[in-house]
């Protein structure tokens, strides 16, 4: 576990180093600002705080701003050959993937962590004593919340990861992330549209969406869901191996 220490580190490093990243943290940071705001003038004085509420603005950027994490991960190494020379060191193609991905999803709980921010102006405002009308912020939903975009971020990354195995050109690999991930978080809609209640079910059931809208996002952590979600990222991981040590063949 030393190596993936190594690697996780070393890829935080990067990103805490890279412009891109930095910007993908001021947008998604910019647009969840502007969405909670919309949302705390709407409740003020007529509505109960929501905490979880701007999660779901959250979750639904991760789809975009995800891939712009992943995309250099393999793809830019295998541009520039430096993939190959680390092959050829005395670590493990898993321990080298798993690396990469605990980096990336180390970077995406410090983006999470700071949205706290907002809990803590919701806790601000139904605490103050010179406001009138205080009813209190419900932390179970918020909890359930931040665990569900949680493991849903670590999801989308594996998936990002994976395509940015498939293809050495950084654009490309973001592209195709953006279009997996949007499809399959549109697949919960899709679901309510097909004619075939068997299909329906099955598309529903691979739709990011039904699995964190409907449990986690409303306060309830439903087995199944955690399953889902730490399966996908298992699965994604271990084809991204597969897909790493089929260059050393070549």
Excluded: C
Excluded at 145 to 169: D, H, K, Q, V
């Amino acid at each position: 576990m030393r190596s993936v220490r190594l690697i996780a580190r070393r890829e935080l490093a990067q990103y805490f180093t890279s412009p891109i990243a930095y910007m993908v943290a001021f947008a998604i940071l910019v647009l969840t600002g502007w969405q909670f705001n919309v949302d705390l003038a709407q409740r003020v004085g007529k509505l109960p705080p929501d905490g979880a509420e701007v999660l779901s603005t959250f979750g639904f950027f991760t789809i975009f701003f995800t891939p712009l994490l992943t995309m250099r991960l393999f793809a830019e190494e295998s541009r520039e050959g430096t993939l190959e020379l680390m092959l050829t060191m005395p670590v493990r193609d898993g321990d080298v993937v798993l690396g990469k991905f605990l980096g990336a999803w180390l970077y995406y709980t410090a983006i999470l962590a700071l949205t706290l921010v907002y809990q803590a102006i919701w806790l601000a405002i139904t605490t103050a004593r010179t406001y009138e009308y205080r009813p209190e912020l419900d932390i179970g939903p918020v909890i359930s919340a931040y665990i569900g975009i949680w493991l849903f971020g670590g999801a989308t990354l594996s998936i990002g990861l994976l395509f940015s195995a498939i293809t050495e050109n950084q654009i490309v690999a973001g592209f195709l992330s953006m279009a997996a991930l949007f499809i399959l978080w549109l697949g919960d809609f899709a679901g309510l549209v097909v004619q075939n209640r068997a299909l329906a079910q099955v598309i529903r059931e691979l739709s990011l969406q039904s699995h964190y809208s409907t449990s986690f996002l409303i306060g309830v952590i439903r087995f199944e869901d955690s399953v889902f979600f730490i399966g996908l990222i298992v699965v994604m991981l271990f084809i991204t191996t597969r897909l790493i040590e089929s260059r050393r063949w070549r």
